[in-house]
């Protein structure tokens, strides 16, 4: 699977590096980030990175999280005039502002979702679609249409949205979530299973069978490593084809957050 999510990586750098090039406009993204997750500072570095490449403007506000309240990060939002995103999880029960579709860089908000359900939305969330990549490279492009796929979990940020895509693109669609009977589920029927629902062990891979694809989302730490949502048990070698973390989906995502930046600034010059 690695070298599948390498060449996917290096096709869509080389995509963008060439958009940059012909755009004619400045790319500029605004991060939020407020006090200091430890996950959170390692995507945030990756996507600073990224822009950095590619010599593009990208410049992070770093809040500090006793004196930051829900009124500030509203006003940033009400200010913003390029895309923007509030790095998630935020502290203290603040919630990111619901930004308007044209500097939602991240897709979460409530036009750029209301755009998706319609299947009118110009992006789509950074991890739905890079594991709508993942999907087209290991299915082709052009099978999403009667592909069986399970999707664990129900975030507003991978499940919910990824579920939709999917039936847009006339998917056999069936969600899952922590409080489904997933012993009692028949895993074999599915082509693929995306889990993305932050519990390491939900799932594991002796539960897939040659030929399916399986999509695993989640980021968790155990015992100091970084494992994703499906345990892998030693000396078992799952005969799936089983997305790895880290270097998997995690990997792909930034590159569509500069893809989605770019999105909203050709739409804004439109
Ligand atoms: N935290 C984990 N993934 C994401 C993401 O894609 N966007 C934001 N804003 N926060 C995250």
Same mark, same amino acid.
């Given at each position: 699977?690695?070298?599948?999510?390498?060449?996917?990586?290096?096709?869509?750098?080389?995509?963008?590096?060439?958009?940059?090039?012909?755009?004619?406009?400045?790319?500029?993204?605004?991060?939020?980030?407020?006090?200091?997750?430890?996950?959170?500072?390692?995507?945030?570095?990756?996507?600073?990175?990224?822009?950095?490449?590619?010599?593009?403007?990208?410049?992070?506000?770093?809040?500090?999280?006793?004196?930051?309240?829900?009124?500030?990060?509203d006003?940033l939002a009400d200010?913003a005039?390029?895309?923007?995103?509030?790095?998630?999880?935020?502290?203290?029960?603040?919630?990111?502002p619901?930004l308007?579709?044209?500097?939602?860089?991240?897709? &979460?908000?409530?036009?750029?979702?209301?755009?998706?359900?319609?299947?009118? %939305?110009?992006?789509?969330?950074?991890?739905?679609?890079?594991?709508?990549?993942?999907?087209?490279?290991?299915?082709?492009? &052009?099978? &999403?249409?009667?592909?069986?796929?399970?999707?664990?979990?129900?975030?507003?940020?991978?499940?919910?949205?990824?579920?939709?895509?999917?039936?847009?693109?006339?998917?056999?669609?069936?969600?899952? %979530?922590?409080?489904?009977?997933?012993?009692?589920?028949?895993?074999?029927?599915?082509?693929?299973?995306?889990?993305?629902?932050?519990?390491?062990?939900?799932?594991?891979?002796?539960? &897939?069978?040659?030929?399916?694809?399986?999509?695993?989302?989640?980021?968790?730490?155990?015992?100091?490593?970084?494992?994703?949502?499906?345990?892998?048990?030693?000396?078992?070698?799952?005969?799936?084809?089983?997305?790895?973390?880290?270097?998997?989906?995690?990997?792909?995502?930034?590159?569509?957050?500069?893809? %989605?930046?770019?999105?909203?600034?050709?739409?804004?010059?439109?």
């Open positions: 699977m690695k070298s599948v999510i390498n060449t996917i990586y290096e096709a869509k750098l080389a995509e963008l590096k060439e958009k940059v090039t012909t755009l004619g406009t400045p790319v500029r993204l605004t991060i939020v980030t407020v006090g200091d997750d430890p996950a959170s500072k390692v995507y945030v570095r990756n996507k600073i990175r990224l822009f950095d490449e590619l010599g593009l403007e990208c410049n992070h506000l770093t809040l500090d999280e006793a004196g930051t309240t829900q009124t500030d990060l006003t200010n005039d390029h895309p923007i995103l509030f790095q998630l999880p935020l502290p203290n029960g603040l919630v990111a619901d308007p579709a044209a500097i939602d860089v991240d897709g &979460f908000g409530s036009e750029t979702l209301g755009q998706l359900v319609l299947g009118q %939305n110009a992006i789509l969330p950074c991890t739905v679609q890079a594991t709508i990549d993942i999907i087209s490279a290991h299915c082709g492009e &052009f099978n &999403f249409a009667g592909l069986k796929v399970a999707v664990v979990g129900r975030s507003n940020i991978v499940g919910k949205p990824l579920a939709i895509e999917l039936i847009n693109r006339q998917s056999t669609v069936s969600s899952f %979530n922590s409080r489904s009977d997933l012993a009692a589920v028949s895993w074999a029927q599915f082509d693929v299973i995306v889990v993305a629902t932050g519990s390491h062990g939900i799932l594991d891979n002796s539960q &897939f069978i040659e030929g399916q694809l399986i999509i695993d989302v989640g980021i968790n730490r155990v015992d100091g490593k970084l494992v994703g949502d499906i345990k892998h048990h030693d000396g078992i070698l799952s005969p799936a084809a089983i997305t790895p973390v880290p270097g998997g989906v995690g990997r792909l995502t930034c590159l569509h957050v500069l893809g %989605n930046a770019i999105k909203l600034v050709e739409s804004s010059t439109k």
